[in-house]
């Protein structure tokens, strides 16, 4: 039954756009752009064997919309009009595959290190930071936060002009997007900080700025993470901020969830959170819930849980045709060699990088 569902088109309703099945390949940082931040054949070529191996959606890693939001060594860059030549290539290249494409835009905030950007990290407020040698970030000025809205405008912009069917705002995770919306990380008493409004003005104006910007049948979709203590973000205020995305018109809401499986507390019951999305906020949005899915049952369990359509990080990176085998016996899971992983289409940058996420590469 879930495979029928899983194998079905599904409408993006409101930019009336098709997707063929129910899978997402969620962004996946895999270090191969240029230093300036421009594609690589490699970081092209991973992405597009997965087009062309039947995921509905791909999405590329997060990409920096400003140099002082790069956060590590071979970040993509949608900064600059520089980039053009190679985004237009990938978006070509994806959805010549029959595939959407996605471009995740980001801002690391206080986690760009100064190592990396050369300058002081920014954030809402000043927070202290263990990625940066600064060891703190500094508050942007208000003129500073309407300027870095706009970056991520420009980059929507730029991806529209590339060719790309739509861009995932990354506010998950811990990063700058995050560190507006979270009460620890964000202390401001102006309008961009204070009340749950202020603390999502950030969000919620780079939403508009898309919207304004772009054609209705550009897919602006949000990434958050539903709870991130470190940043003071908590459920309640998670489902309060994605009913307030769903009136500005998002079309896609992607809960970054680790694992799909884990219940939390809410309201005197103990709940899988991508279920306690779907209750809250009902029909009116497209759910894509992503973390530890790899086989038939574990998609059974995302559709239960309401989620519409399907994220997978690292079954992706190990199986490009994951959405074609995702039922089939013959769907392992790591370790994997490096000679699985090349055949995938990993470079040995890549490969590297991945053994850094423990028990994945064998050897
Ligand atoms: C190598 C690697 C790189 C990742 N890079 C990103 C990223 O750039 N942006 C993001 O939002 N999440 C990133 N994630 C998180 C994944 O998108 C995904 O949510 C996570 O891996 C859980 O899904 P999985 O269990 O299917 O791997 C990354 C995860 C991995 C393993």
């Known amino acids: 039954m879930s495979e029928d ?25 895999n270090k191969q752009s240029n230093d300036d931040g421009s594609l690589t054949e490699e970081e092209i070529k991973w ?15 997060a990409a920096f919309v400003h140099p002082s939001g790069k956060s590590w060594s071979g970040e993509l860059g949608v900064h600059s009009d520089e980039m053009l ?27 760009a290190p100064t190592e990396i950007t050369g300058k002081t990290p920014i954030s809402s407020s000043r927070n202290r930071t263990k990625q940066s040698s600064t060891n703190f970030s500094r508050a942007m000025l208000e003129p500073e936060i309407k300027e870095a809205v706009q970056w991520y405008v420009d980059a929507a912009i730029r ?5 790309f069917d739509g861009v995932e705002v990354h506010g998950a995770h811990g990063y700058l997007i995050t560190q507006f919306l979270g009460k620890k990380t964000n202390n401001r008493s102006d309008e961009w900080g204070g009340t749950l409004r202020n603390r999502s003005r950030f969000l919620i104006e780079i939403v508009r700025g898309i919207r304004r910007a772009t054609p209705r049948d550009f897919v602006v979709a949000v990434r958050i993470s539903p709870e991130y203590p470190s940043c003071g973000v908590t459920i309640d205020e998670s489902i309060e901020v994605s009913k307030i995305l769903v009136k500005e018109g998002i079309d896609i809401l992607h809960l970054s969830c680790w694992d ?9 019951e ?26 038939g049952s574990d998609v059974n369990e995302a559709f239960n849980q309401g989620a519409d359509l399907i994220g997978v990080g690292r079954a992706g990176i190990a199986h490009p045709d994951w959405p074609r085998r995702v039922f089939t016996a013959d769907n392992r899971r790591p370790p994997f060699t490096k000679l699985h992983l090349s ?10 990088y991945m053994q850094l996420w423990e028990g994945f590469v064998d050897g």
């Open 5 to 29: 569902i899983f194998n079905s088109e599904f409408l993006l309703v409101g930019t009336n756009k098709v997707l063929r099945n129910r899978s997402v390949l969620a962004a996946l940082t």
């Open 47 to 61: 992405l597009e064997r997965r087009a062309h191996d039947g995921f509905a959606i791909i999405t590329t890693a």
């Open 85 to 111: 030549p190679g985004l237009i290539d990938l978006a070509g290249r994806i959805n010549s595959h029959g595939a959407i494409s996605l471009v995740q835009i980001f801002h690391g905030g206080m986690r």
């Open 159 to 163: 991806c529209h002009k590339a060719g």
């Open 260 to 268: 799909i499986n884990n219940k939390i507390q809410y309201k005197n």
């Open 270 to 295: 103990q709940l899988p959170i991508t279920s306690i999305f779907s209750k809250q906020l009902g029909e009116k949005i497209t759910l894509i819930t992503t973390g530890s899915i790899w086989d």
């Open 343 to 352: 055949k995938a289409d990993l470079s040995p940058k890549f490969i590297d």
